[in-house]
Protein backbone atom coordinates (compact mmCIF):
# COMPACT_ATOMS: atom_id res chain seq x y z
CA UNK A 1 0.00 0.00 0.00
CA UNK A 2 1.20 3.57 -0.70
CA UNK A 3 2.48 6.29 2.17
CA UNK A 4 1.24 9.52 2.11
CA UNK A 5 4.45 11.82 1.78
CA UNK A 6 4.91 15.00 4.21
CA UNK A 7 7.35 17.51 2.97
CA UNK A 8 8.90 20.09 5.56
CA UNK A 9 11.13 23.53 4.70
CA UNK A 10 12.46 21.59 1.91
CA UNK A 11 15.44 23.66 -0.18
CA UNK A 12 17.87 22.01 -2.76
CA UNK A 13 20.84 23.85 -4.42
CA UNK A 14 22.88 22.78 -7.37
CA UNK A 15 26.28 24.01 -6.42
CA UNK A 16 25.31 27.72 -5.74
CA UNK A 17 22.45 28.15 -7.21
CA UNK A 18 19.49 27.83 -4.93
CA UNK A 19 16.67 25.67 -7.28
CA UNK A 20 14.23 24.68 -4.43
CA UNK A 21 12.81 27.09 -1.76
CA UNK A 22 11.16 26.25 1.54
CA UNK A 23 8.52 23.50 -0.05
CA UNK A 24 5.59 22.62 2.09
CA UNK A 25 3.25 20.05 0.75
CA UNK A 26 1.46 17.16 1.73
CA UNK A 27 0.85 14.59 -0.67
CA UNK A 28 -1.57 11.81 0.20
CA UNK A 29 -1.51 7.91 0.19
CA UNK A 30 -3.02 6.22 -2.66
CA UNK A 31 -3.54 9.27 -4.59
CA UNK A 32 -2.05 10.36 -8.18
CA UNK A 33 -0.63 13.93 -7.26
CA UNK A 34 0.54 16.26 -10.51
CA UNK A 35 3.23 18.79 -10.28
CA UNK A 36 3.28 21.15 -12.85
CA UNK A 37 5.54 24.36 -14.30
CA UNK A 38 7.41 25.82 -16.46
CA UNK A 39 10.85 24.34 -17.52
CA UNK A 40 13.41 24.89 -14.98
CA UNK A 41 10.57 25.68 -11.86
CA UNK A 42 11.95 22.95 -9.94
CA UNK A 43 9.41 20.27 -10.30
CA UNK A 44 11.95 17.29 -11.13
CA UNK A 45 14.14 18.60 -8.80
CA UNK A 46 11.52 18.42 -6.26
CA UNK A 47 10.68 14.76 -6.92
CA UNK A 48 13.88 13.75 -7.04
CA UNK A 49 14.82 14.47 -3.50
CA UNK A 50 11.39 12.31 -2.44
CA UNK A 51 13.80 9.42 -3.16
CA UNK A 52 17.05 11.10 -2.50
CA UNK A 53 18.23 11.06 -6.24
CA UNK A 54 18.97 14.58 -6.22
CA UNK A 55 22.28 14.14 -3.85
CA UNK A 56 23.59 11.52 -6.50
CA UNK A 57 24.93 15.18 -8.74
CA UNK A 58 27.82 15.83 -6.52
CA UNK A 59 27.32 19.39 -6.62
CA UNK A 60 23.67 19.06 -5.27
CA UNK A 61 22.29 19.28 -1.96
CA UNK A 62 19.16 19.46 0.12
CA UNK A 63 18.21 20.63 3.25
CA UNK A 64 14.10 20.05 4.97
CA UNK A 65 12.26 17.19 5.99
CA UNK A 66 10.92 14.48 4.10
CA UNK A 67 8.55 12.17 5.75
CA UNK A 68 7.22 8.87 3.91
CA UNK A 69 5.01 7.56 6.29
CA UNK A 70 6.69 7.47 9.11
CA UNK A 71 9.84 7.39 8.30
CA UNK A 72 12.35 10.60 7.68
CA UNK A 73 14.07 10.05 4.68
CA UNK A 74 17.16 12.36 4.91
CA UNK A 75 17.35 10.80 8.39
CA UNK A 76 16.54 7.07 9.11
CA UNK A 77 16.95 5.69 5.66
CA UNK A 78 20.16 5.45 3.35
CA UNK A 79 19.56 6.32 -0.53
CA UNK A 80 19.48 2.41 -1.13
CA UNK A 81 16.71 1.55 1.04
CA UNK A 82 15.02 4.59 -0.21
CA UNK A 83 14.87 3.85 -3.58
CA UNK A 84 13.51 0.19 -3.04
CA UNK A 85 10.55 1.66 -1.40
CA UNK A 86 10.06 4.29 -4.16
CA UNK A 87 10.21 3.74 -7.91
CA UNK A 88 10.42 5.67 -10.12
CA UNK A 89 9.86 6.20 -14.45
CA UNK A 90 11.61 8.48 -16.29
CA UNK A 91 11.09 10.69 -19.45
CA UNK A 92 12.60 8.27 -22.13
CA UNK A 93 12.11 4.59 -21.36
CA UNK A 94 15.16 3.60 -20.09
CA UNK A 95 15.06 -0.27 -19.73
CA UNK A 96 18.22 -2.28 -20.08
CA UNK A 97 19.11 -3.09 -23.25
CA UNK A 98 20.72 -6.21 -23.26
CA UNK A 99 18.68 -7.77 -20.77
CA UNK A 100 15.64 -9.63 -21.42
CA UNK A 101 12.60 -8.42 -20.45
CA UNK A 102 12.49 -10.95 -18.19
CA UNK A 103 15.57 -9.78 -16.61
CA UNK A 104 14.92 -6.27 -16.88
CA UNK A 105 11.73 -6.43 -14.54
CA UNK A 106 13.72 -9.11 -12.32
CA UNK A 107 16.65 -6.59 -11.77
CA UNK A 108 15.84 -5.23 -8.56
CA UNK A 109 14.97 -7.95 -7.21
CA UNK A 110 18.22 -9.92 -7.98
CA UNK A 111 20.30 -6.54 -6.96
CA UNK A 112 18.41 -7.10 -3.45
CA UNK A 113 19.56 -10.70 -3.46
CA UNK A 114 16.51 -12.94 -4.45
CA UNK A 115 17.81 -16.10 -6.44
CA UNK A 116 14.74 -18.23 -6.21
CA UNK A 117 13.66 -18.59 -9.72
CA UNK A 118 9.63 -18.83 -8.85
CA UNK A 119 9.50 -16.54 -6.74
CA UNK A 120 11.36 -14.10 -9.27
CA UNK A 121 8.82 -15.68 -12.04
CA UNK A 122 6.08 -14.56 -9.87
CA UNK A 123 6.78 -11.49 -9.52
CA UNK A 124 7.64 -10.97 -13.28
CA UNK A 125 4.27 -11.90 -13.97
CA UNK A 126 2.75 -10.19 -11.68
CA UNK A 127 4.54 -6.52 -12.61
CA UNK A 128 4.03 -7.09 -16.06
CA UNK A 129 0.10 -7.93 -15.29
CA UNK A 130 0.25 -4.80 -12.82
CA UNK A 131 2.19 -2.53 -15.64
CA UNK A 132 -0.48 -3.89 -18.28
CA UNK A 133 2.07 -5.41 -20.83
CA UNK A 134 2.15 -9.40 -19.79
CA UNK A 135 -0.54 -10.29 -22.28
CA UNK A 136 1.63 -8.63 -24.83
CA UNK A 137 5.43 -10.41 -23.97
CA UNK A 138 4.44 -13.22 -22.01
CA UNK A 139 5.58 -15.21 -25.17
CA UNK A 140 9.26 -13.53 -25.40
CA UNK A 141 10.02 -12.73 -22.17
CA UNK A 142 13.62 -14.28 -22.44
CA UNK A 143 13.90 -14.34 -25.79
CA UNK A 144 13.24 -10.33 -26.80
CA UNK A 145 15.41 -7.78 -25.29
CA UNK A 146 14.35 -4.81 -23.34
CA UNK A 147 14.85 -2.58 -25.96
CA UNK A 148 13.30 -4.60 -28.93
CA UNK A 149 9.77 -3.61 -28.04
CA UNK A 150 8.02 -0.31 -28.62
CA UNK A 151 8.77 2.93 -26.74
CA UNK A 152 4.91 2.79 -25.28
CA UNK A 153 5.44 -0.90 -24.20
CA UNK A 154 9.24 0.55 -22.97
CA UNK A 155 8.02 3.00 -20.86
CA UNK A 156 5.38 0.13 -19.16
CA UNK A 157 8.61 -2.51 -19.06
CA UNK A 158 9.90 0.43 -16.86
CA UNK A 159 6.90 0.49 -14.69
CA UNK A 160 7.16 -2.83 -14.35
CA UNK A 161 10.53 -3.20 -13.36
CA UNK A 162 9.83 -0.40 -10.27
CA UNK A 163 6.68 -2.12 -9.59
CA UNK A 164 8.97 -5.59 -8.86
CA UNK A 165 10.74 -4.13 -5.99
CA UNK A 166 7.24 -3.90 -4.14
CA UNK A 167 7.35 0.12 -3.93
CA UNK A 168 5.36 2.25 -1.96
CA UNK A 169 5.87 5.71 -3.77
CA UNK A 170 5.80 5.78 -7.30
CA UNK A 171 7.19 8.89 -9.24
CA UNK A 172 6.95 9.40 -12.75
CA UNK A 173 9.23 12.32 -14.52
CA UNK A 174 7.13 12.96 -17.59
CA UNK A 175 6.40 9.53 -18.44
CA UNK A 176 4.23 9.83 -21.37
CA UNK A 177 5.99 13.02 -23.20
CA UNK A 178 7.77 10.60 -25.79
CA UNK A 179 4.89 8.39 -26.55
CA UNK A 180 1.70 8.46 -28.70
CA UNK A 181 -1.47 8.91 -27.77
CA UNK A 182 -2.70 5.32 -27.69
CA UNK A 183 0.88 4.81 -25.39
CA UNK A 184 -0.01 7.61 -23.42
CA UNK A 185 -3.64 6.46 -22.92
CA UNK A 186 -2.40 2.59 -21.62
CA UNK A 187 0.54 4.39 -19.33
CA UNK A 188 -2.63 7.33 -18.17
CA UNK A 189 -5.05 4.04 -17.50
CA UNK A 190 -2.21 2.66 -15.84
CA UNK A 191 -1.55 5.19 -13.26
CA UNK A 192 -5.63 5.07 -12.39
CA UNK A 193 -5.34 1.65 -11.83
CA UNK A 194 -2.24 1.47 -9.35
CA UNK A 195 -3.27 4.50 -7.58
CA UNK A 196 -5.59 2.23 -5.32
CA UNK A 197 -2.39 0.25 -4.24
CA UNK A 198 1.03 3.08 -4.55
CA UNK A 199 1.29 6.60 -3.90
CA UNK A 200 1.67 8.54 -7.29
CA UNK A 201 3.10 11.81 -8.06
CA UNK A 202 3.51 12.33 -11.65
CA UNK A 203 5.84 15.43 -13.49
CA UNK A 204 3.79 16.75 -16.21
CA UNK A 205 4.13 19.54 -18.71
CA UNK A 206 1.11 18.30 -20.82
CA UNK A 207 -1.67 19.65 -18.50
CA UNK A 208 -4.68 17.91 -19.90
CA UNK A 209 -2.88 14.65 -18.30
CA UNK A 210 -2.32 16.13 -14.82
CA UNK A 211 -6.34 17.14 -14.94
CA UNK A 212 -6.91 13.19 -16.40
CA UNK A 213 -5.37 11.61 -13.76
CA UNK A 214 -4.81 13.39 -10.44
CA UNK A 215 -7.24 13.99 -7.64
CA UNK A 216 -4.15 17.34 -6.35
CA UNK A 217 -2.04 19.56 -8.54
CA UNK A 218 0.76 21.59 -7.35
CA UNK A 219 1.84 24.48 -9.02
CA UNK A 220 5.87 25.22 -9.39
CA UNK A 221 7.50 28.46 -10.43
CA UNK A 222 10.88 29.63 -9.87
CA UNK A 223 11.63 27.05 -7.37
CA UNK A 224 8.61 27.86 -5.77
CA UNK A 225 5.13 25.68 -4.80
CA UNK A 226 2.52 28.59 -5.80
CA UNK A 227 -0.12 26.79 -4.97
CA UNK A 228 -1.61 22.99 -4.32
CA UNK A 229 -5.58 21.79 -4.43
CA UNK A 230 -7.75 19.66 -5.86
CA UNK A 231 -6.98 19.69 -9.58
CA UNK A 232 -10.51 20.51 -10.66
CA UNK A 233 -9.78 23.97 -8.30
CA UNK A 234 -5.96 24.07 -9.69
CA UNK A 235 -8.08 23.53 -13.34
CA UNK A 236 -11.48 25.56 -13.07
CA UNK A 237 -10.54 28.40 -10.59
CA UNK A 238 -7.06 28.70 -9.54
CA UNK A 239 -6.79 30.93 -6.04
CA UNK A 240 -3.20 32.21 -7.65
CA UNK A 241 -3.07 34.69 -10.30
CA UNK A 242 0.31 33.08 -10.94
CA UNK A 243 -1.32 29.38 -11.57
CA UNK A 244 -4.18 31.25 -13.86
CA UNK A 245 -2.03 32.95 -16.03
CA UNK A 246 0.42 29.62 -16.47
CA UNK A 247 -2.73 27.45 -17.50
CA UNK A 248 -4.23 29.73 -19.53
CA UNK A 249 -1.29 29.92 -21.32
CA UNK A 250 -0.63 33.58 -20.38
CA UNK A 251 3.25 33.15 -19.65
CA UNK A 252 5.63 29.94 -19.81
CA UNK B 1 0.70 37.76 -24.28
CA UNK B 2 0.85 34.36 -25.49
CA UNK B 3 -1.90 31.83 -27.59
CA UNK B 4 -2.69 35.50 -29.91
CA UNK B 5 -5.25 32.99 -31.89
CA UNK B 6 -6.88 31.87 -28.94
CA UNK B 7 -6.94 35.27 -27.42
CA UNK B 8 -8.65 36.44 -30.86
CA UNK B 9 -10.83 33.74 -30.73
CA UNK B 10 -12.09 34.67 -27.44
CA UNK B 11 -12.53 38.13 -28.48
CA UNK B 12 -14.62 36.98 -31.52
CA UNK B 13 -16.39 34.58 -29.44
CA UNK B 14 -17.37 37.67 -27.11
CA UNK B 15 -18.06 39.95 -29.96
CA UNK B 16 -20.97 37.31 -31.88
CA UNK B 17 -22.80 36.98 -28.17
CA UNK B 18 -22.65 40.32 -28.19
CA UNK B 19 -24.22 40.84 -32.11
CA UNK B 20 -26.73 38.48 -31.21
CA UNK B 21 -27.53 40.23 -27.40
CA UNK B 22 -27.83 43.49 -29.59
CA UNK B 23 -30.32 42.01 -31.56
CA UNK B 24 -32.65 40.33 -28.83
CA UNK B 25 -32.69 43.50 -27.07
CA UNK B 26 -34.30 45.05 -29.83
CA UNK B 27 -36.98 42.37 -30.39
CA UNK B 28 -37.45 42.63 -26.63
CA UNK B 29 -37.66 46.63 -27.12
CA UNK B 30 -40.14 46.23 -30.21
CA UNK B 31 -42.40 43.60 -28.89
CA UNK B 32 -42.52 46.16 -25.78
CA UNK B 33 -43.65 48.85 -27.99
CA UNK B 34 -46.05 46.99 -29.98
CA UNK B 35 -47.99 46.41 -27.15
CA UNK B 36 -48.31 50.00 -26.29
CA UNK B 37 -49.31 50.88 -29.59
CA UNK B 38 -50.79 47.74 -31.08
CA UNK B 39 -48.24 48.18 -34.18
CA UNK B 40 -48.46 45.41 -36.51
CA UNK B 41 -45.58 46.02 -38.47
CA UNK B 42 -43.15 45.80 -34.96
CA UNK B 43 -44.93 42.39 -34.12
CA UNK B 44 -43.70 41.20 -37.32
CA UNK B 45 -40.57 42.86 -37.14
CA UNK B 46 -39.63 40.84 -34.23
CA UNK B 47 -41.19 37.24 -35.72
CA UNK B 48 -39.13 37.97 -38.47
CA UNK B 49 -35.82 38.03 -36.28
CA UNK B 50 -35.98 34.82 -34.39
CA UNK B 51 -34.44 32.69 -37.16
CA UNK B 52 -31.74 34.54 -37.36
CA UNK B 53 -31.22 35.12 -33.61
CA UNK B 54 -31.59 30.84 -34.15
CA UNK B 55 -28.83 30.76 -36.62
CA UNK B 56 -26.51 33.32 -34.32
CA UNK B 57 -27.46 30.66 -31.32
CA UNK B 58 -26.08 27.70 -33.60
CA UNK B 59 -23.40 29.39 -34.94
CA UNK B 60 -22.19 30.56 -31.25
CA UNK B 61 -22.21 26.92 -29.92
CA UNK B 62 -20.10 25.78 -33.06
CA UNK B 63 -17.37 28.42 -31.87
CA UNK B 64 -17.40 27.50 -28.51
CA UNK B 65 -17.63 23.82 -29.56
CA UNK B 66 -14.35 24.39 -31.45
CA UNK B 67 -12.78 26.61 -29.11
CA UNK B 68 -13.23 23.71 -25.85
CA UNK B 69 -12.18 21.08 -28.69
CA UNK B 70 -8.67 22.68 -30.25
CA UNK B 71 -7.59 24.82 -27.45
CA UNK B 72 -8.47 22.68 -24.57
CA UNK B 73 -9.22 26.38 -22.21
CA UNK B 74 -8.38 26.25 -18.30
CA UNK B 75 -9.98 28.63 -15.47
CA UNK B 76 -11.50 31.48 -16.91
CA UNK B 77 -11.00 31.17 -20.04
CA UNK B 78 -12.94 27.92 -19.46
CA UNK B 79 -15.34 29.52 -17.23
CA UNK B 80 -15.82 31.93 -19.75
CA UNK B 81 -16.25 29.75 -22.57
CA UNK B 82 -18.69 27.80 -19.89
CA UNK B 83 -20.65 31.33 -19.24
CA UNK B 84 -20.99 32.11 -23.59
CA UNK B 85 -22.51 28.57 -24.03
CA UNK B 86 -25.16 29.38 -20.96
CA UNK B 87 -26.06 32.86 -22.20
CA UNK B 88 -25.88 32.04 -25.60
CA UNK B 89 -29.55 29.33 -24.92
CA UNK B 90 -30.80 31.87 -22.74
CA UNK B 91 -30.34 34.98 -25.24
CA UNK B 92 -32.29 32.67 -27.66
CA UNK B 93 -34.71 32.04 -25.14
CA UNK B 94 -35.34 35.46 -24.45
CA UNK B 95 -36.04 35.74 -28.45
CA UNK B 96 -38.47 33.26 -27.84
CA UNK B 97 -40.14 35.04 -25.06
CA UNK B 98 -40.24 38.60 -27.23
CA UNK B 99 -41.83 36.55 -30.29
CA UNK B 100 -44.49 35.22 -28.21
CA UNK B 101 -44.66 38.86 -26.71
CA UNK B 102 -45.50 39.89 -30.33
CA UNK B 103 -47.87 36.96 -31.15
CA UNK B 104 -50.29 37.89 -28.04
CA UNK B 105 -50.14 41.52 -29.32
CA UNK B 106 -51.64 40.32 -33.00
CA UNK B 107 -54.19 38.62 -31.18
CA UNK B 108 -54.93 41.35 -28.85
CA UNK B 109 -55.30 43.72 -31.95
CA UNK B 110 -58.27 41.43 -32.89
CA UNK B 111 -59.96 42.02 -29.90
CA UNK B 112 -61.97 45.38 -28.67
CA UNK B 113 -59.50 47.71 -26.91
CA UNK B 114 -60.01 47.68 -23.08
CA UNK B 115 -58.30 48.61 -19.60
CA UNK B 116 -56.49 46.42 -18.20
CA UNK B 117 -54.99 46.24 -14.62
CA UNK B 118 -51.35 45.71 -15.07
CA UNK B 119 -49.09 47.91 -16.14
CA UNK B 120 -46.72 46.19 -19.15
CA UNK B 121 -45.11 49.09 -20.30
CA UNK B 122 -43.46 48.86 -17.06
CA UNK B 123 -42.40 45.52 -16.19
CA UNK B 124 -41.21 45.25 -19.90
CA UNK B 125 -39.22 48.41 -18.98
CA UNK B 126 -37.86 46.51 -15.80
CA UNK B 127 -37.07 43.20 -17.64
CA UNK B 128 -35.66 45.12 -20.23
CA UNK B 129 -33.05 47.27 -17.97
CA UNK B 130 -32.49 43.56 -15.68
CA UNK B 131 -31.48 42.58 -19.63
CA UNK B 132 -29.15 45.84 -20.58
CA UNK B 133 -27.66 45.56 -17.22
CA UNK B 134 -27.26 41.99 -17.08
CA UNK B 135 -25.13 42.49 -20.75
CA UNK B 136 -23.15 45.45 -19.68
CA UNK B 137 -21.84 43.25 -16.81
CA UNK B 138 -21.13 41.06 -19.52
CA UNK B 139 -19.55 43.37 -21.61
CA UNK B 140 -17.42 44.79 -19.07
CA UNK B 141 -16.99 41.76 -16.50
CA UNK B 142 -18.29 43.24 -13.76
CA UNK B 143 -19.47 40.53 -11.20
CA UNK B 144 -20.88 43.60 -8.72
CA UNK B 145 -23.03 45.03 -11.85
CA UNK B 146 -24.23 41.62 -11.92
CA UNK B 147 -24.75 41.04 -8.76
CA UNK B 148 -27.41 44.25 -8.58
CA UNK B 149 -29.24 42.39 -11.75
CA UNK B 150 -30.10 39.69 -9.16
CA UNK B 151 -31.73 42.36 -6.82
CA UNK B 152 -34.29 43.52 -9.62
CA UNK B 153 -35.47 40.30 -10.95
CA UNK B 154 -37.38 39.88 -7.25
CA UNK B 155 -39.14 43.40 -8.38
CA UNK B 156 -40.28 41.96 -12.16
CA UNK B 157 -41.33 38.60 -9.82
CA UNK B 158 -43.47 40.61 -7.67
CA UNK B 159 -45.02 42.59 -10.52
CA UNK B 160 -45.72 39.51 -12.04
CA UNK B 161 -47.73 37.95 -9.54
CA UNK B 162 -49.69 41.30 -9.08
CA UNK B 163 -50.78 40.94 -12.48
CA UNK B 164 -51.76 37.12 -12.27
CA UNK B 165 -54.20 38.37 -9.20
CA UNK B 166 -55.34 41.42 -10.87
CA UNK B 167 -56.17 39.67 -14.20
CA UNK B 168 -57.49 36.35 -12.32
CA UNK B 169 -60.11 39.10 -10.51
CA UNK B 170 -61.18 40.81 -14.19
CA UNK B 171 -61.77 37.39 -15.43
CA UNK B 172 -63.84 36.76 -12.92
CA UNK B 173 -65.94 39.85 -12.39
CA UNK B 174 -65.65 40.49 -16.43
CA UNK B 175 -65.62 37.16 -17.93
CA UNK B 176 -66.05 39.19 -21.04
CA UNK B 177 -62.75 40.66 -21.47
CA UNK B 178 -61.37 37.25 -20.82
CA UNK B 179 -59.22 36.46 -23.84
CA UNK B 180 -57.75 39.86 -23.38
CA UNK B 181 -56.49 39.31 -19.93
CA UNK B 182 -55.54 35.74 -20.59
CA UNK B 183 -52.96 37.68 -23.48
CA UNK B 184 -51.84 40.49 -21.03
CA UNK B 185 -51.21 37.32 -18.19
CA UNK B 186 -48.77 35.26 -20.88
CA UNK B 187 -47.23 38.54 -22.16
CA UNK B 188 -46.47 39.42 -18.16
CA UNK B 189 -45.44 36.03 -17.92
CA UNK B 190 -42.96 35.99 -21.32
CA UNK B 191 -41.27 39.29 -19.14
CA UNK B 192 -41.01 37.56 -16.07
CA UNK B 193 -39.24 34.93 -17.84
CA UNK B 194 -37.44 37.56 -19.61
CA UNK B 195 -35.88 38.66 -16.17
CA UNK B 196 -35.07 35.29 -15.21
CA UNK B 197 -32.78 35.27 -18.24
CA UNK B 198 -31.32 38.19 -17.63
CA UNK B 199 -30.46 36.61 -13.77
CA UNK B 200 -29.07 33.61 -14.97
CA UNK B 201 -26.62 35.73 -17.83
CA UNK B 202 -25.71 37.62 -14.23
CA UNK B 203 -25.14 34.44 -12.59
CA UNK B 204 -23.07 33.71 -15.65
CA UNK B 205 -20.96 36.98 -15.20
CA UNK B 206 -20.34 35.88 -11.63
CA UNK B 207 -18.75 32.50 -12.41
CA UNK B 208 -16.63 33.67 -15.30
CA UNK B 209 -15.52 36.36 -13.27
CA UNK B 210 -15.04 34.77 -9.55
CA UNK B 211 -15.24 31.04 -10.44
CA UNK B 212 -18.60 31.10 -7.77
CA UNK B 213 -21.83 29.26 -9.08
CA UNK B 214 -24.31 31.27 -7.41
CA UNK B 215 -27.14 29.68 -9.35
CA UNK B 216 -29.74 28.28 -7.11
CA UNK B 217 -28.66 30.44 -3.99
CA UNK B 218 -30.58 32.76 -2.08
CA UNK B 219 -29.78 36.51 -2.22
CA UNK B 220 -28.53 35.92 1.00
CA UNK B 221 -26.35 33.28 0.31
CA UNK B 222 -25.14 36.32 -2.83
CA UNK B 223 -24.85 39.30 -0.89
CA UNK B 224 -23.08 38.11 2.47
Known amino acids: MGVDIRVENLNA??????TLHDVNLHIPANHATALIGPSGCGKSTF??????????????????????????????????????????VFQRPNPFPTMSIYDNVASGLKLNGFRKKRVLDEVVERSLRQAALWDEVKDDLKKKS??????????RLCIARALAVDPEV???????????????????????????QYTIVIVTHNMQQAARVAENTGFFLMGKLVEFAATTKIFTNPSDKRTEDYITGRFG | MIRIKFQQSLDELKERLLVMAGMVEQAI?????????????????VRQSEPAINRMELEIDQLALDLLAMEQP????????????HINVDLERMGDQAASIAARVLDLRKMANVDLPVD????ALLAAAMVRKALQAFIEGDAE??????????QVDEMNREAFHALGNLIKNKPEQAPQALSALIIARNLERIGDHATNIAEDVIFWVRGADVRHHTLSDVHP
Not at chain 1, 146 to 155: E, H, T
Not at chain 2, 74 to 85: E, N, P, T
Not at chain 2, 120 to 123: E, G
Open chain 1, 170 to 196: LLMDEPASALDPVSTAKIEDLIFKLKS
Open chain 1, 13 to 18: WYGPVH
Open chain 2, 29 to 45: QRASEAYSTRDENLCDL
Open chain 2, 145 to 154: MAQSVLLLDD
Open chain 2, 74 to 85: MAIDLRFILAVI
Open chain 2, 120 to 123: IPRL
Open chain 1, 47 to 88: VRCLNRMHETNPAARAEGKVLMGELDIYKDATPVEIRRRVGM
Open chain 1, 146 to 155: GASISGGQQQ
